[in-house]
T-cell receptor
Framework: NAGVTQTPKFRVLKTGQSMTLLCAQD?????MYWYRQDPGMGLRLIHY???????AKGEVPDGYNVSRLKKQNFLLGLESAAPSQTSVYFC?????????FGNGTRLTVT | DQQVKQNSPSLSVQEGRISILNCDYT??????FLWYKKYPAEGPTFLIS?????DKNEDGRFTVFLNKSAKHLSLHIVPSQPGDSAVYFC?????????FGKGTKLTVNP
């Protein structure tokens, strides 16, 4: 039982490049989330999904897109990366209002 | 507008003493509150929670207190151990979403 798995663990992008972060959960949870963590800013919600085929904006959605084509996967896309998107990204899934987090993806945009 | 506030960025205590971490919230619609613990290079892990219909919840060395009239909650760790050194995030929930504070870095000195 792996829980929540994020790939990749690290990535360096140049400004303007695109990439997709993958999150997979094996707990059959309906809800999934993407957060970013920046120094002094805590965890901020980017997008979330309440079930397969659904997505919704969080508090910092600009510059990101998401898709939830399968219940177990939640993808976060950056179409044109900017230095302001340098951050650690955490995916989570939830059951009974308790979030289970992956170990994060550290993204650097130069 | 920050809905969940942890006003102390850091806290240092001696091993064996009590650690008290504080959290304030502004949105009276929050009905469930959680504390998460985070070690470097790992995802946050759930620690303890409390429903808004309660004012106290205990789990071993960890106790969370909720004062709804003051919109304030606190986490008590007794006795504190060096392994408790981590960043602690307070989170408040409405259905579908969790809002996090900026975190408090706890250091427990041997």
């Amino acid at each position: 039982n792996a829980g929540v798995t994020q790939t990749p663990k690290f990535r360096v992008l140049k400004t303007g490049q695109s990439m997709t972060l993958l999150c997979a959960q094996d707990m059959n949870h309906e809800y999934m989330y993407w957060y970013r963590q920046d120094p002094g800013m805590g965890l901020r919600l980017i997008h979330y999904s309440v079930g397969e085929g659904t997505t919704a904006k969080g508090e910092v959605p600009d510059g990101y897109n998401v898709s939830r084509l399968k219940k177990q996967n939640f993808l976060l896309g950056l179409e044109s990366a900017a230095p302001s998107q340098t951050s650690v990204y955490f995916c989570a899934s939830s059951s009974a209002r308790r979030l289970h987090f992956g170990n994060g993806t550290r993204l650097t945009v130069t | 507008d920050q809905q969940v506030k942890q006003n102390s960025p850091s806290l240092s205590v001696q091993e064996g003493r009590i650690s008290i971490l504080n959290c304030d919230y502004t949105n009276s619609m929050f009905d469930y509150f959680l504390w998460y613990k985070k070690y470097p290079a790992e995802g946050p892990t759930f620690l303890i929670s409390i429903s808004s219909i309660k004012d106290k919840n205990e789990d071993g060395r960890f106790t969370v207190f909720l004062n709804k009239s003051a919109k304030h909650l606190s986490l008590h760790i007794v006795p504190s151990q060096p392994g408790d050194s981590a960043v602690y995030f307070c989170a408040a929930s409405i259905p579908e979403k969790l809002v996090f504070g900026k975190g408090t870095k706890l250091t427990v000195n041997p």
